[in-house]
Nanobody
Framework: QVQLVESGGGLVQAGGSRRLSCAAS?????????VEWYRQPPGKQRERVAS???????NYADSVKGRFTISRDNAKKMVYLQMNSLEPGDTGVYYC?????WGQGTQVTVSS
């Protein structure tokens, strides 16, 4: 059983920054896991924002390239999403995923 707890969401003005964190616990080898961030904008389907497999090769949605950075701390079993130059279109619930296990999500609202 894997538990994921996201934090760091909130209200931010357009152009601002926010860092999301995800704490992982439970039975897994975190260092070999693929970690991802998804988001669900209001009234829309969930979309993948960023992924980071154990190989270290990151992948980003075109809409966030150059603005968002995914990272991980294997020793602490933590996943991060640094979000810069935020836009109102980045508003949504952000989910952390580790090896197909989902957290409960954290709301990010970007005001114009």
């Amino acid at each position: 059983q894997v538990q994921l707890v996201e934090s760091g969401g909130g209200l931010v003005q357009a152009g601002g920054s926010r860092r999301l964190s995800c704490a992982a616990s439970g039975s897994m080898t975190f260092s070999s896991a693929t970690v991802e961030w998804y988001r669900q904008p209001p009234g829309k389907q969930r979309e993948r924002v960023a992924s980071l497999p154990y190989t270290g090769r990151t992948n980003y949605a075109d809409s966030v390239k150059g603005r968002f950075t995914i990272s991980r701390d294997n020793a602490k079993k933590m996943v991060y999403l640094q979000m810069n130059s935020l836009e109102p279109g980045d508003t949504g619930v952000y989910y952390c995923i580790v090896n197909f296990n989902w957290g409960q999500g954290t709301q990010v609202t970007v005001s114009s």
